[in-house]
């Protein structure tokens, strides 16, 4: 009698830990604030900085929509080497260019104004 009244408060005990488990993984879920899936269709972006494209090498899967941003007071441009992708000409302080990539390939591209600047994208399956 005394053994099974202290089996069952061990299983309520058990029960509760459960529930709070439960409801702290829900608040989780409700309060992550970038779910997946959710990022206004742009997957991957660089930033210009520093006359530096970061990150470079860049890995991204087919179908990622890439997104570099110019941060220098300098401009610059995202020009493909061999033309594989579209470049995007000039690019004040704070213009934005994106390209969506849809064939898996590695894609290097340079600054047409600063020979010191490249990069890669590399795309995967
Ligand atoms: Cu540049």
Known sequence: MKLSSINFFAFLLFVLTLLVFASCSNNDSVTNPNPP????GIDSTIDITGFKYSP???TVKVGTTVAWTN???AP???TSDDGKFTSSGNMSQGNKYS???TVADA?????AYHSSMKASIIVIP
């Open 107 to 111: 894609y290097s591209y340079h600054c």
């Open 99 to 101: 390209y969506k990539f």
């Open 37 to 40: 899936g959710n990022n206004g």
């Open 71 to 73: 941060m220098d007071s």
């Open 76 to 78: 610059h441009t995202v």
């Open 56 to 58: 470079t090498p860049d």
